[in-house]
């Protein structure tokens, strides 16, 4: 079992940058692939990036590919989210979710979640 933390939101203007990090308890978190999901205002919790196993595989949804980079450090337990150029409806509650199956597993596979961080975009 894993727990995990976010850590990294806040309210930024258009076009700003903001780092969101998660930090995972346990020994095992490289047997995770780990992904960010995020539940807009008044709308359903939708996913936004994930990463291997391994690191060396990542996928974005179309909205944020070139904006957002997931990066993960396995020494320190870590997953980060660099969000640049960001826009309005990029605001959202971003979580940090874990999942034991493999990178191309179903978004229903992710079984321990963080307790999800705000982000605040203002026009």
């Known amino acids: 079992q894993v727990q995990l933390v976010e850590s990294g939101g806040g309210l930024v203007q258009t076009g700003g940058s903001l780092r969101l990090s998660c930090i995972a308890s346990?020994?095992?978190?490289?047997?995770?692939?780990m992904a960010w999901f995020r539940r807009p205002p008044g709308k359903e919790r939708e996913f936004v990036a994930r990463i291997s196993k391994s690191g060396g595989s990542t996928y974005y949804i179309d909205s944020v590919k070139g904006r957002f980079t997931i990066s993960r450090d396995d020494a320190k337990n870590t997953v980060d989210l660099q969000m640049n150029s960001l826009k309005p409806e990029d605001t959202a509650v971003y979580y940090c979710a874990a999942s034991l199956w493999g990178f191309t597993a179903p978004h229903n596979t992710y079984a321990y979640w963080g307790q999800g961080t705000q982000v605040t975009v203002s026009s």
């Open positions: 346990g020994r095992t978190f490289s047997s995770y692939t």
